[in-house]
C-alpha cells in the first residue's frame, strides 16, 4: 500500500542553524509530492510541490525540497531557521487522486 | 479572497449529542475532503467527494456521514459522537481532474471535544 513516513517526530535546531526533514515514500509510480507546514493554530498551508521535472524544487519561506528516486525520499530543507519556522511540518503523496500524509515532523526553533 | 470555511472552530458537546461541522469553499472546486488529526497519526481521511451528489468513504469512516448537495458545501456529520471522535478536523478542498494540480487548500480545523 501507498505510505509516506516521516522518520522525525521532533526536531530542534537553533536559529540560524540549517535544517532538513525527512520524508519516504511508497509509491510505484511518479508520485506526486508536497510538504506542507502547519503552525500552531492554523490550517496546513502549502511549501512547495514535485510533479515532474527538476528534482529540486523551490517554495515558498526559502524552503526546499528534492526528490531522489533511487531513496524514494523527498526532504526538506532550508538554509537558515528562523524562529517563525516553528511549526509543524507534513509530507504527503497524491495516489489515486487522494492524498496520503505522513505522521508529521514537530519542529522547535532554539534562540 | 479563496478561503475554505469551517465552523465551529471550537466545540465541546456530550456523548450521543448529534452535531453538524460545516465546511464551504468559494473555489468552485469539485473535489472536497474530511481529514482529522490525531497527535503521532499525522492526517488521516474520512470521506471526499469528487463532485455533487458524489461522495466516498474514506480511511476511517466510521461514525461520521457526509452529503454533497451543493458544490461549494460538504457537511461532516456526527449522529451520535463518542470519546474516540475527540479531535482536529480538517476540511479541504481541490479541483477536479481538470486543471489537475493535486494541491489542497485547507480550512483553519475544528476542534471538537466529546465528553
Known amino acids: 500500500a501507498q505510505s509516506v513516513t516521516q522518520p522525525d517526530i521532533h526536531i530542534t535546531v537553533s536559529e540560524g542553524a540549517s535544517l532538513e526533514l525527512r520524508c519516504n515514500y511508497s509509491?510505484?509510480?511518479?508520485?506526486?509530492l508536497f510538504w506542507y507546514v502547519q503552525s500552531p493554530g492554523q490550517g496546513l498551508q502549502l511549501l512547495l510541490k514535485?510533479?515532474?521535472?527538476?528534482?529540486l524544487v523551490q517554495g515558498i519561506k526559502g524552503f526546499e525540497a528534492e526528490f531522489k528516486r533511487s531513496q524514494s525520499s523527498f526532504n526538506l530543507r532550508k538554509p537558515s531557521v528562523h524562529w517563525s519556522d516553528a511549526a509543524e511540518y507534513f509530507c504527503?503523496?497524491?495516489?489515486?487522486?487522494?492524498?496520503?500524509f505522513g505522521a508529521g515532523t514537530r519542529l522547535t526553533v532554539k534562540p | 479572497e479563496a478561503q475554505v470555511t469551517q465552523n465551529p472552530r471550537y466545540l465541546i458537546t456530550v456523548t450521543g449529542k448529534k452535531l453538524t461541522v460545516t465546511c464551504s469553499q468559494n473555489?468552485?472546486?469539485?473535489?472536497m475532503s474530511w481529514y482529522r488529526q490525531d497527535p503521532g497519526l499525522g492526517l488521516r481521511q474520512i470521506y471526499y467527494?469528487?463532485?455533487?451528489?458524489?461522495?466516498d468513504k474514506g480511511d476511517v469512516p466510521e461514525g461520521y456521514k457526509v452529503s454533497r448537495k451543493e458544490k461549494r458545501n460538504f457537511p461532516l456529520i456526527l449522529e451520535s459522537p463518542s470519546p474516540n471522535q475527540t479531535s482536529l478536523y480538517f476540511c479541504?478542498?481541490?479541483?477536479?481532474?481538470?486543471?489537475?494540480?493535486?494541491?489542497?487548500?485547507f480550512g483553519e480545523g475544528s476542534r471538537l471535544t466529546v465528553l
Open positions: 479541504a478542498s481541490r479541483r477536479g481532474l481538470a486543471g489537475y494540480t493535486g494541491e489542497l487548500f
Open positions: 509509491y510505484g509510480a511518479t508520485p506526486y
Open positions: 514535485y510533479f515532474s521535472g527538476d528534482t
Open positions: 504527503a503523496v497524491v495516489t489515486n487522486n487522494d492524498m496520503r
Open positions: 473555489m468552485n472546486h469539485e473535489y
Open positions: 467527494s469528487m463532485n455533487v451528489e458524489v461522495t
